[in-house]
Every structure is written in C-alpha cells, then in structure tokens.
C-alpha cells in the first residue's frame, strides 16, 4: 500500500509502502488529528515515521503501483 503524505510549509511529500491496511492507516490518522499527537506509521522496511498532526496537510492512501513491462500494443 502506497501512503503520501503532504507537509505544510514543505514542497516534497512524505511517500512510502506500508503493509498497513487503508482502514488502519485511516484510524490512525483519525487519532492523531483528534487528539492533535504524532501521527505513527511504519513503512514495509521497518522504518518508521513521526509526524506531529499539526504540520500534516494531506494523508493519501492508495494501491501500490505495479511496473509495466514489455512492449505491448495498447
């Protein structure tokens, strides 16, 4: 899954895969805007981010972008 999250005051994106469901990732997003803590979310690598709710623009959950390969006719 496929998380971007925008940061006010900041031109580049937060993006990272997560194996965190969208119902998951929402809930927590949900908590963290409420409440107005840190928004807690790791990626499928381990990592983890911390960002403070009060700096967070944008949260855009999505499917994971498969490559194309080959060179098929469209």
Request: negative net charge; without cysteine; glycine residues 12%.
């Amino acid at each position: 899954m496929e998380v971007r999250i925008g940061v006010r005051d900041v031109a580049r994106e937060i993006a990272f895969e997560t194996n965190e469901t969208p119902a998951a990732i929402g809930a927590a997003v949900a908590v963290a805007l409420r409440d107005g803590s840190v928004l807690d979310l790791a990626d499928d690598k381990g990592r983890r981010y911390f960002i403070p709710a009060a700096v967070i623009g944008f949260v855009h959950v999505g499917e994971a972008e498969k490559g194309k390969v080959g060179f098929g006719a469209h």
